[in-house]
């Protein structure tokens, strides 16, 4: 068995395919769940978009995904959020604005970071927030997610809902985050029940190894708890389903894979550097980066692997429905990426690294990741040609 770090869609069996049936089934209680709790928010947070025309409404489906998401982190974070002061505050999101200049400025900018974030935003371990929500209270939480580096795109996501919470009465805010806190508060518990047989070793990693982050850039995103994998792994699911259909129309298609499938290490593969990221050159047989680059050539979608997620997301002028990616990432990435690409008019799809491996976060030594190859042929397919063959 591979030293799995933090969380294994196999679980005990021999592949992830279980997997994939709890979580749709999981992901359709979620949302039924969320109709019942949370549709009038939905309906009347469409209604101000509409009203002050802010942008192009969505689905109800990706509403309930970013409020849920609000409600579990406002839980883990909010009481942070409120002891924090302002200079550090402001330090530690220059920081984060300096990191993006890529080279030594990044290095230097991780270096204080990590020092920073342990001291200043050290976050608790519970999911026990009472602070009381308000405007200003909101506000501090935003600016501490924006702080720590690892929350960009759900603040940007949470920008539509700060607006629409300014225009609430008092009361009527505390009513909306009393539902809002519910349904984040039913999501925890059930979510355990049902995939938390996937994420078992997060408590072991957090007690164990994570104390061993603390002064490292990655303290706050090495940290994050068990609930924060489940609401990914739902979001991914969430996510895929929305842009679905968009997806499938889309001309162009990309698979985007990280370095941690590559079966060489950074000195031997011979990947051949792109404007878009890494193509495989075909230096050894049995690596999965190459299996499925024969994959693609055969199926017509270009593959490449991305060093860092942001490093395919570029200023260019694309319209939306023009290109469809699926990313490949583990289960902490995945809803932050997908809202990325996006922002960059990309069509997002999802498939999860079985189990997290980087050398740089979760193993010492870096492991070999993998995915369920069932689930990228079905992700891919759009009925044309199937995947009759076995690639693998």
Same mark, same amino acid.
């Given at each position: ?7 294994? =869609? ?11 049936k ?26 101000? !978009? ?6 192009? =409404? ?8 970013e !409020?849920?998401?609000?409600? +579990?982190?406002?839980?883990?974070y909010?009481?942070d ?13 220059k920081?984060?604005?300096? *990191?993006k200049?890529?080279?030594?400025? /990044? ?13 200043? =935003?050290?976050?608790?371990n519970?999911? /026990?927030?009472? !602070? ?30 700060? #607006? ?8 009527k805010l ?11 508060l ?8 049902? !995939? ?17 982050? #603390? ?8 940290? *994050?708890q ?12 969430i ?5 679905? +259909? ?15 499938? *590559? ?12 404007e878009?990221g890494? +193509? ?11 299996? =499925? ?23 260019? /002028? ?12 583990c ?5 932050s ?5 996006? *922002?960059?008019?990309l ?12 050398? /740089?976060h ?16 079905q ?8 995947? +009759?063959?076995?690639?693998?």
């Amino acid at each position: 068995m591979k030293d799995i770090v933090t969380y294994s =869609l196999n679980a005990d069996q021999i592949n992830s395919d279980n997997y994939y049936k709890d979580i749709a089934e999981f992901a359709e209680e979620v949302i039924l769940n969320g109709r019942s709790i949370i549709d009038s928010i939905i309906i009347d947070l469409k209604n101000y !978009i509409s009203l002050k025309d802010m942008e192009t =409404l969505r689905s109800d489906e990706e509403y309930l995904l970013e !409020i849920l998401t609000l409600g +579990t982190l406002w839980k883990l974070y909010s009481d942070d959020a409120a002891e924090l002061s302002e200079l550090p505050k402001n330090i530690m999101k220059k920081l984060v604005d300096f *990191r993006k200049h890529g080279g030594k400025v /990044k290095g230097g900018a991780d270096f204080i970071r990590g020092i920073l974030a342990t001291v200043f =935003l050290f976050p608790n371990n519970n999911y /026990k927030s009472n !602070i009381k929500p308000s405007l200003k209270t909101f506000e501090k939480f935003l600016k501490w997610l924006s702080a720590s580096g690892e929350f960009e795109e759900e603040v940007q996501r949470f920008d539509i809902l700060k #607006k629409y919470f300014f225009a609430l009465s008092e009361e009527k805010l505390e009513q909306t985050f009393f539902n809002i806190n519910s349904y984040a508060l039913w999501f925890n518990i059930r979510s355990e029940n049902l !995939i938390g047989k996937y994420t078992v070793n997060v408590e072991t990693f957090l007690k164990d190894e994570y104390p061993k982050h #603390k002064f490292k850039e990655d303290v706050i995103l090495c940290g *994050r708890q068990r609930i924060e994998y489940h609401l990914n792994m739902t979001g991914a699911e969430i996510m895929n389903r929305s842009f679905r +259909t968009d997806f499938l129309k889309t001309k162009i298609k990309k698979l985007l894979l990280p370095v941690c499938m *590559r079966y060489n290490n950074e000195k031997n593969c011979k990947a051949q550097y792109t404007e878009d990221g890494y +193509t495989c050159k075909d230096c050894i047989e049995n690596c999965k980066v190459n299996k =499925l680059s024969k994959m693609g050539k055969k199926y017509g979608f270009e593959v490449l692997i991305i060093p860092h997620g942001s490093s395919v997301f570029k200023e260019k /002028k694309i319209s939306y429905g023009e290109i469809g990616i699926v990313g490949v990432a583990c289960v902490l990435n995945l809803m932050s990426g997908g809202w990325k690409a996006r *922002r960059f008019n990309l069509v997002p799809q999802c498939v999860i690294l079985d189990y997290c491996g980087c050398k /740089k976060h979760w193993s010492n030594k870096g492991i070999v990741t993998d995915i369920n190859i069932n689930q990228l042929k079905q992700v891919l397919n759009s009925g044309g040609d199937s995947f +009759t063959s076995s690639e693998f």
